[in-house]
C-alpha cells in the first residue's frame, strides 16, 4: 500500500470525521411510509408487473462465525450461563449430532469444545453462512441454503434465473462451495428454478492501516504496519459492478425457518414494488426535463421574456419548466424528505433538481426499534444545504451535542440491514456508484490485535455514509421480518425452530 493512502489514513484518525447535522428522527409522522394493506398489495403486484433489467440477490457474508461464539469460547474453559445454556439446550440447535456431542447429559465445557474445535464441528472458524441454522424433516439447512429458498420465491427472473451474489472470504471460499454443491442442484429440481451464484471478495486496496491510541501506525510483531478490513463500506466496490438492475440486499445470518418465509416473501415484494414504483416516477420527471429544455434548445428565436430578465431561448426559464420544478419539490419533499436549498436562477434551480433526481435509488426497511441493535433513520443535511433521509450509526452521533442525543432518544425505528436498491439511470446506464459516497461519513472503532488495543478505521458504511447520495425512501416492515443470528443461542428463538 502506497506511503500517500497510509498518510492521509492516519490523518483521519487525527482529525476524526465530522459529527452529522441531524435535522431530526425519521418517524412514521415524517419519513417513514406505513403502508396501508392496500398499498402494501399495490406494491408487492408491481414487484411482478415491472419491467426490470435483472433482478439479484447481495448477501453480505464475510468473514469467520467468531463473533456469534464470543460467549462460548469465554465459558469453553471456565464455565458459564452461555455453555450451560447450550449445553442443556444442545438437542434443540440443528448442528446437534449423537456421533459429535454424545447423549445426554451433556457438560457444558466439552460440548462447548466439541461445538468450536476442528476436533468436533470447528465452528469457531468457520463463516456463518455454511453453519446448520434450521432443522427440518426431511433436512438440515444452512443459513446460506435458507437464502436459496428465499431467492426462488421473490428474486426469479424472466428466464427461470435466481442470481445471487455472496461476499466471502477467500479462505471460506472451499466451505462455500461445498456447502452450495449440496443443495444446488436438489433446489433448481424442487423449485423449477435455476440458481447462479457468484462468489466476490472485499477488495483488499480498500483495507486501511489500524492506528495505536496516540495515532501512530499500529506495527506487528515483525515491526510492519497492520492492516485491516475497512468495514463492509468496502463492498460499494463489489455492488457497483453487479449488472442487475434491480438488487435486493440482506445479511447472511437473518433467515427464518421456512413456516415464517412468507412474511418476509411479502414485505421483500412491497420494497420491490415501492422502489419501481419510485424509480418509474423519477424516471418520468427525468424524461420530462430533458424533453421540454431540449425542445426549447431547439428554438431559434430570442424573444425577451418581459418580467423575468431571461431570454426565451433559456431552457430552464420557461413556464413549463419552472411548473416542473415545483411540482418535483413538492415529491422531493412529501415522499423523500429532501428540501432543497435556494438556487440562484432557474437554471441553477432545475439543474439541482435534475441532479438530486438522476441518483441510485434505495429502499430500506425499518422495524420498530425493540432494542435490538441497527443503525437508526434520520433526517440529516448535507454539505451542500438539502436535507435527506440517512442510517446513522450511534458512533456518527455527537454525544455533546444535546439536540443529536434527543433526536437519538426520540428515534422509533431501526434499519435491519433490509434493501431494496435500483442502480440504474432513466437512460439504463449503470451508475458509478463510487461516484455518490460520502467519503466524510466514515467512523473510526475501538479493536484490539493480540491483546493491544488499536484504532481502526471505517469506511462510509455499505448502507450508511457509501449510499449517502441516493435517493432514500424507508418503509416500515413487520418485526417478524429481522431474525438475525447474532449469537448461538438466538438459533433457539422461536424463528429458528
Not at 419491467?51 to 447481495?58: E, H, I, L, P, Q
Not at 421574456?305 to 416542473?324: H, S
Request: aromatic share 10%; with cysteine; net charge negative.
Amino acid at each position: 500500500m502506497d506511503n500517500t493512502k497510509i498518510n492521509a489514513e492516519l490523518e483521519r484518525f487525527k482529525k476524526g470525521f465530522p459529527w452529522l447535522d441531524i435535522v431530526a428522527p425519521a418517524t412514521p409522522e415524517r419519513g417513514i411510509e406505513v403502508l396501508t394493506p392496500e398499498a402494501a398489495a399495490r406494491a408487492e403486484a408491481y414487484s411482478d408487473e415491472a419491467d426490470v433489467a435483472g433482478r439479484c440477490k447481495f448477501v453480505p457474508a464475510s468473514g469467520a462465525a467468531s463473533r456469534m461464539f464470543k460467549d462460548i469460547f469465554a465459558g469453553a474453559d471456565s464455565e458459564n450461563d452461555a455453555v450451560r445454556k447450550l449445553a442443556s439446550e444442545l438437542e434443540k440447535f440443528a448442528f446437534y449430532e449423537p456421533e459429535v456431542f454424545g447423549t445426554a447429559p451433556y457438560d457444558p465445557c466439552t460440548t462447548a469444545h466439541k461445538l468450536l474445535d476442528d476436533s468436533g464441528l470447528g465452528y469457531g472458524k468457520k463463516p456463518k453462512g455454511v453453519l446448520k441454522f434450521h432443522r427440518y424433516p426431511e433436512e438440515v439447512r444452512t443459513a446460506i441454503a435458507e437464502h436459496f429458498v428465499e431467492g426462488q420465491a421473490y428474486m426469479r427472473n424472466a428466464d427461470g434465473a435466481v442470481k445471487l451474489i455472496v461476499t466471502i472470504s477467500p479462505e471460506h471460499r472451499e466451505l462455500f462451495e461445498a456447502a452450495v454443491a449440496e443443495i444446488k442442484e436438489k433446489y433448481e429440481k424442487r423449485y423449477g428454478v435455476r440458481y447462479e451464484v457468484e462468489f466476490t471478495y472485499q477488495d483488499k486496496a480498500t483495507d486501511t492501516v489500524a492506528a495505536t491510541p496516540d495515532n501512530k501506525p499500529f506495527l506487528k510483531e515483525d515491526g510492519t504496519p497492520l492492516f485491516r478490513p475497512a468495514g463492509h463500506g468496502a463492498l460499494i466496490h463489489n455492488l457497483g459492478k453487479v449488472d442487475e438492475e434491480l438488487v435486493s440486499i440482506k445479511n447472511i445470518d437473518n433467515v427464518c425457518t421456512e413456516s415464517m418465509q412468507p412474511t418476509t416473501y411479502k414485505w421483500k415484494k412491497v420494497l420491490m414494488g415501492r422502489a419501481l414504483e419510485l424509480r418509474d416516477k423519477i424516471f418520468d420527471y427525468l424524461y420530462t426535463f430533458e424533453q421540454l429544455t431540449e425542445l426549447r434548445k431547439n428554438l431559434s428565436d430570442f424573444m425577451f421574456i418581459p418580467g423575468n430578465n431571461v431570454y426565451q431561448d433559456d431552457p430552464f426559464a420557461t413556464p413549463e419548466v419552472q411548473e416542473l420544478c415545483n411540482e418535483v419539490e413538492v415529491f422531493l419533499h412529501d415522499e423523500l424528505c429532501i428540501d432543497m436549498p435556494p438556487a440562484k436562477d432557474c437554471r441553477d434551480r432545475a439543474e439541482a433538481l435534475i441532479a438530486k433526481l438522476n441518483r441510485p435509488i434505495r429502499v430500506c426497511g425499518m422495524v420498530r426499534n425493540e432494542g435490538e441493535p441497527g443503525g437508526g433513520p434520520f433526517i440529516v443535511r448535507g454539505a451542500d444545504g438539502s436535507t435527506s433521509l440517512q442510517i446513522l450509526e450511534s458512533v456518527q452521533i455527537n454525544p455533546d451535542d444535546p439536540a443529536a442525543v434527543a433526536a437519538l432518544k426520540s428515534a422509533t425505528h431501526f434499519n435491519p440491514v433490509d434493501l431494496v436498491c435500483i442502480l440504474r439511470d432513466y437512460k439504463g446506464e449503470k451508475f458509478n456508484l463510487l461516484e455518490h459516497v460520502d467519503e466524510e461519513a466514515g467512523f473510526i472503532s475501538s479493536k484490539s490485535y493480540e491483546g493491544r488495543p488499536l484504532k481502526a478505521l471505517e469506511l462510509p458504511g455499505l448502507w450508511n455514509g457509501a449510499m449517502s447520495d441516493w435517493n432514500t425512501l424507508f418503509v416500515e416492515v413487520p418485526i417478524e421480518t429481522f431474525n438475525p443470528v447474532k449469537t448461538v443461542l438466538d438459533l433457539l428463538r422461536p424463528a429458528h425452530q
